[in-house]
């Protein structure tokens, strides 16, 4: 083939596939520009996951009439003029590509007015401009974009389903709405309003609004600033603000970091780092922080050129960058923070169970002997090690338990360990599963229904999963924004925190296909209400236990794949003490 320059609308696709990715990357770009514009009200609404309709209305400054049809030109930006620029950005866009990018993937609609300037229409298809007309409008400006990657289906094929897309809109909008609680943001999904922020300029406002209650209950402020002074370059500092969760309100993911380095939302690996280490000893392993952090560097110190879609930076001097959000973590929880309580035994179990899953390797040989596991490649047992288990466990008769976590037992042909945490997942995953086949899910109603608060992020999730947790027995209704209404619950969970579980399942859900969404809710009920590690036991309770376990279908392993009993036999015991 000979070399040819590609055309525009080519140019532009290809420069479009950096920038927008997904719906929520034209949330973002547009809110970026809202901000810039200095708006102090920015509503956000979609519908259809993003992909049919987004559209962002702010009350900033506008965009002159006569330069409305400029603003999707590739490369125009009213935010830089030279390359120097470039050392010192003080704005959230400065490419000029947000705007072409999006118009060259979607149908884009522009009602703009800027100040002492009258409004203006226009509507871009395949980002050419096919009407402009003057139309009033208060000063500010309102952009449409439908039928995102329509043109593009390729695109539209990577993108996961509407729930999905939903929960990482809502998260884009939650992001800003934390950097910037000065401005009043407000996210409507499907007509139904999921987030308001007042834009009084408090943060633990925002964090109550985007986080709720139980969260910015336990958020301790964070201050600190490091002086610098540099010879040549005069005095500089490094200053971290905002908000960090006290140790017991740690997650099981780390989605409840926020950062914005010179406010703007950045991910950064260096950052989160910075801040689990400073909980270090203070939270359970396994257990992620809450945190929203403004990192302010001059500006020079810090690239923000390194990425397409600008979610990353570059800090000229990491490590300093690191140990001041280290130790302005560190500072605000040692000074404020009442004696820390980790009274939960079971930190093993604290990894949700996709993690744990990964941590688990198939068991060794040996192992497969000891536990009989069928998986166990023949002629792989070491010499005299014992037969493997029957595929049904026999009557056990309990001895005891031994360090609260292992029930010891004897049955007809050796001594049996049992983990009880493992054990009672087993017991409670095949109930779950049956229950829910037979449709027999036995539910405990509510005395009270109780309100149970949500993120808008896992209200996304939860809006779209009604359905699926009522098979479960979860009767769930909407009740406001993020607000949900409880009447019932499974037994299987009635006497167990379900309002953390449930919490946890929609934050491990929204990163799922929803293929996979019901293989988590079952390990998700079966896991959370299961006798823990270190729980002691009475007798009874032991009897009952290993009873279930032995009506199992498949009383081996766990539902990870982990064993649940090992076994003992006389030659094994013999060998022991020498006698075989
Ligand atoms: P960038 O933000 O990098 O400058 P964009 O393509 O996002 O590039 O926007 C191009 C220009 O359009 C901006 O520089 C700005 O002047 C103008 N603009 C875009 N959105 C808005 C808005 N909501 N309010 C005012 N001006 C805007
Ligand atoms: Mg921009």
């Not at 987004?54 to 030109?73: S, W």
């Not at 979607?106 to 009407?131: F, K, M, N, P």
Request: hydrophobic share 40%; proline share 6%; with cysteine.
């Amino acid at each position: 083939m000979t070399i040819k320059i590609l055309d525009n609308d080519t140019i532009n696709q290809i420069a479009a596939g950096e920038v927008v990715e997904r719906p929520a990357s034209v949330v973002k770009e547009l809110v970026e520009n809202a901000l810039d514009a200095g708006a102090a009200q920015i509503s956000v609404e979609i519908t259809g996951g993003g992909i049919n309709l987004i559209r962002v209305t702010d009350n900033g400054g506008g965009i002159p009439a006569a330069e409305v049809e400029l603003a999707f030109q590739r490369h125009a930006t009213s935010k830089i003029t030279n390359p120097k620029d470039l050392h010192n950005i003080h704005s959230l866009g400065f490419r000029g590509e947000a705007l072409p990018s999006i118009a060259a993937v979607a149908d884009v609609e522009v009602l703009t007015c800027g100040a002492g300037s009258a409004g203006t229409y226009i509507r871009l298809e395949s980002g050419v401009v096919i009407q402009k007309q003057t139309q009033a409008r208060a000063q500010g400006t309102t952009i449409t974009v439908s039928g995102l990657f329509r043109r593009v289906p390729a695109r539209l094929k990577f993108l996961k389903s509407m729930p999905t897309e939903n929960s990482h809109v809502a998260n884009a909008v939650s992001q800003y709405a934390l950097a910037f609680p000065e401005v009043s943001f407000t996210l409507t999904v499907e007509g139904k309003q999921t987030l308001h922020t007042a834009g009084k300029g408090k943060l633990l406002e925002s964090i109550l609004d985007v986080y709720g209650a139980e969260i910015a209950a336990r958020m301790l402020p964070v201050a600190r600033r490091e002086d610098r002074w540099k010879s040549g370059q005069g005095a500089s500092s490094i200053e971290v603000a905002g908000m960090a969760g006290a140790p017991e309100v740690g997650r099981a993911g780390r989605g409840y970091l926020s950062f914005f380095v010179n406010r703007r939302w950045v991910t950064n690996r260096v950052l989160s780092y910075a801040v689990e280490e400073a909980y270090t000893g203070l939270m359970m392993t396994g257990r992620h922080p809450v945190a929203v952090l403004d990192i302010t560097v001059p500006p020079e110190e810090v690239d923000v050129n390194i990425h397409p879609a600008k979610s990353e930076v570059k800090f000229r001097n990491e490590p300093e960058v690191f140990r001041a959000v280290q130790k302005a973590v560190r500072q605000a929880l040692v000074s404020q923070m009442p004696v820390p309580q980790i009274d939960e035994p079971s930190a093993a179990y604290a990894a949700p169970p996709s993690h744990r899953q990964q941590m688990w390797n198939p068991p060794r040989a040996e192992e497969h002997a000891l536990t009989g596991a069928k998986t166990a490649p023949p002629g792989t047992a070491p010499l005299g090690t014992p037969q493997p288990l029957l595929a049904s466990l026999p009557v056990l008769r309990v001895i005891g338990q031994v360090m609260n976590c292992y029930i010891v037992a004897e049955g007809p042909d050796g001594l049996y360990i049992i983990d009880q945490h493992a054990a009672h997942e087993r017991i409670r995953y095949d109930r779950v599963i049956r229950e829910r086949a037979q449709r027999s899910v036995k539910v405990q109603g509510l005395l009270e229904p109780a309100t149970f608060e949500l993120t808008p992020r896992q209200a996304a999730i939860m809006n779209s999963c009604l359905k699926d947790l009522a098979e479960f027995g979860f009767t769930l209704e909407p009740f406001g924004e993020k607000t949900f209404l409880v009447r019932a619950v499974p037994v299987t969970s009635a006497g167990d925190n379900w309002a953390g579980m449930l919490r946890e399942l929609l934050d491990a859900l929204s990163g799922e296909a929803r293929s996979r969404w019901e293989e988590k809710m079952v390990a998700s009920i079966a896991c959370h209400g299961a006798i823990k590690s270190g729980q002691a036991l009475s007798d009874d309770e032991m009897r009952a236990l290993v009873r279930q376990l032995e009506e199992t279908p498949d009383p081996h392993t766990c539902p990870h794949g982990r064993p649940t009993i090992i076994r003992l036999d006389r030659s094994h015991l013999e060998r022991g003490f020498g006698r075989g």
